[in-house]
């Protein structure tokens, strides 16, 4: 099965810190994704990648802003976070569009 | 556009009740379906997917799902719930095989398994 990790489980930051998240998948799928979510929100799509330099916008990308330098690797950029970011953030990555594959989580807290 | 609908936000139910989690869908196209289970603090695991072929389709723990197109539904079901079911469920949709069709994901199910 694909492998998907997420740089951190847990993070604090601060309000205005500039935040990066990091995914790394160890398979060559083409789409990457990054989600948050929310209680009574499900899993809102904030940016997707299918391919190397190339991005998309999701439902939610105010605030935010991604990079995708090499396929394996996605990330996830706050410019100026805010405490309003404050989530559970979940990548994933996919082939094909067939299932996509979630990393553990990265629960980010802005203080 | 595709979208997805799941009935109940919170579904409860006795150890070794059945469990049936439901979940309608919209898509221009046919589609691709899939169950996601969440446990606390963790990342989506698959439980099951359809991509074409027989309708019902089996999955890990005991879960199954039939898509019926008639009724543009994909319901997961497991005869008798355990404990260790409770968990938030999720279902998802896919339109096709083409790279950049992204899964859209319905609100989420949490499922509460009660002793």
């Known amino acids: 099965d694909v492998k998907v990790t997420q740089s951190s489980r847990y993070l604090v930051k601060r309000t205005g810190e500039k935040v990066f998240l990091e995914c790394v998948q160890d398979?060559?799928?083409?789409?990457m994704f990054w989600y948050r979510q929310d209680p009574g929100l499900g899993l809102r799509l904030i940016y997707f990648?299918?391919?190397?330099?190339?991005?998309e916008k999701g439902d939610i990308p105010e605030g935010y802003s991604v990079s995708r330098e090499k396929k394996e690797r996605f990330s996830l950029i706050l410019e100026s976070a805010s405490t309003n970011q404050t989530s559970m953030y979940l990548c994933?990555?996919?082939?094909?569009?067939?299932?996509?594959?979630f990393g553990q989580g990265t629960r980010l807290t802005v203080v | 556009a595709q979208s997805v609908t799941q009935l109940g936000s919170h579904v409860s139910v006795s150890e070794g009740a059945l469990v049936l989690l439901r979940c309608n869908y919209s898509?221009?196209?046919?589609?691709?379906l899939f169950w996601y289970v969440q446990y606390p603090n963790q990342g989506l695991q698959l439980l099951l997917k359809?991509?074409?072929?027989?309708?019902l389709v089996k999955g890990i723990n005991g879960f199954e799902a039939e898509f019926k197109k008639s009724e543009t539904s994909f319901h997961l079901t497991k005869p008798s719930a355990h404990m260790s079911d409770a968990a938030e469920y999720f279902c998802?949709?896919?339109?096709?095989?083409?790279?950049?069709?992204?899964?859209?994901f319905g609100g989420g199910t949490r499922l509460m398994v009660k002793p």
């Open positions: 994933a990555a996919q082939g094909g569009g067939t299932e996509a594959f």
């Open positions: 398979m060559d799928h083409e789409n």
């Open positions: 990648s299918y391919d190397v330099k190339m991005k």
């Open positions: 898509s221009s196209v046919p589609p691709y």
């Open positions: 359809y991509t074409t072929g027989a309708t």
């Open positions: 998802a949709v896919s339109e096709g095989n083409n790279a950049g069709n992204m899964l859209t």
